[in-house]
């Protein structure tokens, strides 16, 4: 499934990330861009059910395109029952940012 664009990305928004372990998903909580020569940086700040891990190579999809990401911040949360992620990948598809 294709990461929304990033305009239509909300707070609770559903993201497909494939990993090494499978594919498992994250629940936004915050997004942000880069500016300048970083323009195309996406930063995603979420909660994920299921056990994801700092060095992790994950990759989502843009029409088609498998992008390569990772994972710079991973936590369990307070309740132990999911884990809270701040998610980074590189999308340069100027669609993608409309």
């Not at 909300?10 to 990993?19: D, P």
């Not at 700040?45 to 390569?68: N, R, T």
């Not at 369990?76 to 990948?89: A, H, P, R, V």
Request: aromatic fraction near 14%; charged fraction near 25%; glycine fraction near 8%.
């Amino acid at each position: 499934m294709d990461i929304p664009k990033f305009k239509t990305i909300a707070k609770g928004t559903n993201i497909e990330i494939k990993g090494p372990r499978g594919t498992f998903n994250l629940f936004t909580l915050r997004t942000s861009r880069g500016s300048d020569r970083q323009k195309y940086h996406l930063q995603i700040e979420g909660i994920c059910p299921e056990e994801m891990q700092f060095s992790d190579q994950c990759y989502v999809f843009y029409e088609g395109a498998e992008l390569g990401a990772h994972f710079s911040r991973c936590e369990k949360t307070s309740d132990e029952n999911s884990w809270y992620g701040t998610f980074q990948t590189i999308i340069p598809v100027p669609s993608f940012w409309e």
